[in-house]
């Protein structure tokens, strides 16, 4: 019997660009074409990497930046062993809320972490997504979503307009330099009219296949 491996997509991008609510969104949308999701995120998404997630965006301490990177990658690879492989295998489509761009985003862009390490930590990861969506919006607007939604703010939301900037810009050359994978969408529009955009990219890719 042949089995049909599902899919796996990525949202991405910066605090307040709308990965959680596109995530949802798009959930919803492959649902009702009768497509098996399973919906993630990260840091997290299986039971030790959440563990992680705790310890890497409660603020109890500070961590060198290597030593922060490294904790993204453990969580990183419980989440991939636990959640994601079974899920493709099994023919689900996976949608997490960040992946390993993020990491080169915050701890390389953002935080100056070594970015050839990086890279060499996500060649070993052994999984890429066959899409990523990279929301993007100006950072005023995504400030202003932020503070709308009116949670508390965790470590990395805490982090200086600065930081935010490079984390942007990031996200922004980890799209052009990753065609093949990225979609950089522009998500400073309406949530129904970024909706569009993402599903209109998911359709696209997996059109043909
Ligand atoms: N396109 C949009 N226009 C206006 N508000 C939005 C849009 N997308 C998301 N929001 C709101 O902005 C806040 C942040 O969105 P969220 O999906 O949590 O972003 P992220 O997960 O990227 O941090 C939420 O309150 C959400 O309802
Ligand atoms: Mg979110």
Redesign the pocket.
């Known amino acids: 019997m042949q089995v049909t491996l599902g899919r796996f997509i990525t949202l991405e991008?910066g605090?307040?660009?709308?990965?959680?609510?596109q995530s949802a969104l798009l959930a919803e949308a492959l649902a009702s074409r009768g497509i098996a999701v399973v919906r993630t995120r990260e840091p997290g998404g299986s039971p030790g990497a959440e563990l992680l997630r705790d310890i890497l965006l409660s603020g109890a301490t500070d961590w060198a930046p290597a030593a922060e990177m490294l904790l993204h990658f453990a969580a990183r690879a419980e989440h991939v062993a636990k959640t994601i492989r079974p899920a493709i295998a099994a023919g689900q489509w996976v949608i997490c809320?960040r992946f390993f761009d993020s990491t080169l985003a915050y701890q390389g862009y953002g935080q100056g972490a070594d970015n050839a390490f990086i890279g060499s930590l996500i060649g070993m990861v052994g999984i890429v997504p066959d899409l990523t969506i990279v929301l993007d919006v100006p950072e005023d607007i995504a400030a202003g979503?932020?503070r709308?939604?009116g949670l508390a703010a965790d470590r990395y939301e805490r982090l200086d307009a600065a930081f935010h900037a490079r984390v942007r810009q990031g996200f922004r050359e980890i799209a052009m330099a990753n065609p093949c994978r990225c979609v950089l969408a522009d998500?400073s529009?309406?949530?129904q009219a970024?909706h569009t955009a993402v599903v209109t990219a998911v359709l696209t890719r997996f059109a043909a296949s």
């Open positions: 991008g605090e307040g660009v709308g990965k959680t609510t809320d979503r932020m709308l939604r998500a529009g309406a949530i970024v």
